[in-house]
């Protein structure tokens, strides 16, 4: 399952995100009487409450919790540190992602932490990334999250038809030890760069085994695509 949250909320922002949504404690419009006895709802599909580094479980986001997200929002790809690496391997691991609808048949690597301490991403067009420290094994029950280039040197990525992918769709991911787990599209849907919610993708959704997949889409601007575009799917066998 996921190992460390700690490293995930205050070391990623990742493949994606520089911004993030934080929920600020009380819907607009109500007051602190009105919504404290309840932890706040899922809005949506997805929506990142804040999570104990201790012990993984949801909490509530304070002051302290939205003022290290901005600070760390301000510092994101410029304080530099050791990069690190993926956890050795131990049994299977992740093999191949395939998209019949697409075309794609790609080989998947296994990523830790940039220099940066973002979730790092292939150098190449052809594999895509898994990031075993923050993303769950298939077929152990969890949320397994994946990214790969739209485009990489001037030249189409693994992912660069991935907004095409519609619900009721279906791809799979291949282990090395042959087992071969299929995943039901639920959606695909461009976010703007600042929408997205790292924390909200590596978790997915409690109770149910599901896939997340990730690339930039948009305009390029000031460096990085303006989008990243975000296929949700669940385990169909």
Excluded: N
């Amino acid at each position: 399952m996921r190992r460390s949250w700690i490293a995930a909320t205050l070391g990623l922002f990742a493949v994606a995100a520089l911004g993030a949504l934080v929920w600020s404690g009380h819907p607009r419009g109500a007051t602190a009487a009105e919504t404290a006895p309840g932890p706040p709802p899922l809005a949506e599909q997805l929506r990142h409450v804040g999570r104990d580094g201790a012990t993984g479980m949801a909490s509530w986001v304070g002051e302290g919790f939205i003022a290290e997200r901005d600070r760390q929002i301000e510092r994101y790809g410029k304080d530099e540190r050791e990069p690190v690496p993926p956890p050795p391997v131990a049994g299977s691991t992740i093999d191949a992602l395939t998209i019949a609808s697409l075309g794609v048949a790609a080989p998947v690597s296994r990523y830790g932490l940039d220099r940066f301490g973002r979730l790092d991403v292939p150098q190449d067009r052809v594999t895509a990334g898994w990031h075993p420290a923050y993303s769950d094994m298939p077929g152990d029950g969890g949320a397994t999250f994946l990214a790969a280039h739209y485009e990489y040197g001037g030249s189409p990525g693994v992912f660069f038809q991935l907004s095409s992918l519609r619900p009721g769709e279906t791809f799979s991911l291949t282990t090395t030890t042959g087992e071969v787990h299929r995943y039901l599209v639920t959606s695909t849907i461009d976010y703007e760069l600042a929408d997205i919610d790292m924390g909200a993708l590596l978790h997915g959704r409690e109770g149910m085994e599901s896939v997340t997949l990730m690339t930039c889409s948009g305009r390029f601007v000031d460096g990085t695509y303006d989008y990243r575009t975000v296929v949700l799917a669940e385990r169909l066998s």
